[in-house]
T-cell receptor
Framework: DVKVTQSSRYLVKRTGEKVFLECVQD?????MFWYRQDPGLGLRLIYF???????EKGDIPEGYSVSREKKERFSLILESASTNQTSMYLC????????????FGSGTRLTVV | AQSVTQLDSQVPVFEEAPVELRCNYS??????LFWYVQYPNQGLQLLLK??????LVESINGFEAEFNKSQTSFHLRKPSVHISDTAEYFC????????????FGKGTLLTVNP
């Protein structure tokens, strides 16, 4: 089975801290995605990457950046964490062709205090 | 651009009752359609997908969805639900081809009561 592993299940950070959320997939997928999930708002796309060193903004990129130096790893960076970034963060990966759908990680629940 | 509307944010049902979770989409091109399920405190799992061919698609745990092009709908159904089906369900749409991202609906919370 394809595995998408998010490094932390729960994370508590202080306002202003720089936060790194890591995501690793083991099936050589080209595409990787970061979403945040909030009650009543569903999944909102933050950033995605078609391939190594490529990245594109999603619907809500403000306050975030990403890094994809290796094919298997896609990192989400909160440059200066704020309380409104408290959320569930979901990473997903997929082969290039859209028909395969996404494989999701288990999520990281981030609380910024 | 494409969009997905899940018409019900919450659907409570009793065990062994039938259920339908509604999903409508809009797109100017041909699309692939997906249903994902999220159990409490977990990530999303692919439940079923429509790519082409037969408009009725089935999952291994008794759910089915029917693609209706004229109605631009992809409703999810199950004839008899179990307590273990309690979860949030997300409908999603994608263009065909390469490197197109999924657009998700806001989700429907299915609660199955004894």
């Amino acid at each position: 089975d394809v595995k998408v592993t998010q490094s932390s299940r729960y994370l508590v950070k202080r306002t202003g801290e720089k936060v790194f959320l890591e995501c690793v997939q083991d099936m050589d997928h080209e595409n990787m995605f970061w979403y945040r999930q909030d009650p009543g708002l569903g999944l909102r796309l933050i950033y995605f990457s078609y391939d190594v060193k490529m990245k594109e903004k999603g619907d809500i990129p403000e306050g975030y950046s990403v890094s994809r130096e290796k094919k298997e790893r896609f990192s989400l960076i909160l440059e200066s964490a704020s309380t409104n970034q408290t959320s569930m963060y979901l990473c997903a990966s997929r082969q290039t062709v859209a028909l395969y759908g996404y494989t999701f990680g288990s999520g990281t629940r981030l609380t910024v205090v | 651009a494409q969009s997905v509307t899940q018409l019900d944010s919450q659907v409570p049902v009793f065990e062994e009752a039938p259920v339908e979770l509604r999903c409508n989409y809009s797109s100017s091109v041909s699309v692939y359609l997906f249903w994902y399920v999220q159990y409490p405190n977990q990530g999303l799992q692919l439940l079923l997908k429509y790519l082409s061919g037969s408009t009725l698609v089935e999952s291994i745990n008794g759910f089915e969805a029917e693609f209706n092009k004229s109605q631009t709908s992809f409703h999810l159904r199950k004839p008899s639900v179990h307590i273990s089906d309690t979860a949030e369900y997300f409908c999603a749409v994608s263009r065909g081809g390469s490197n197109y991202k999924l657009t998700f609906g806001k989700g429907t919370l299915l609660t199955v009561n004894p």
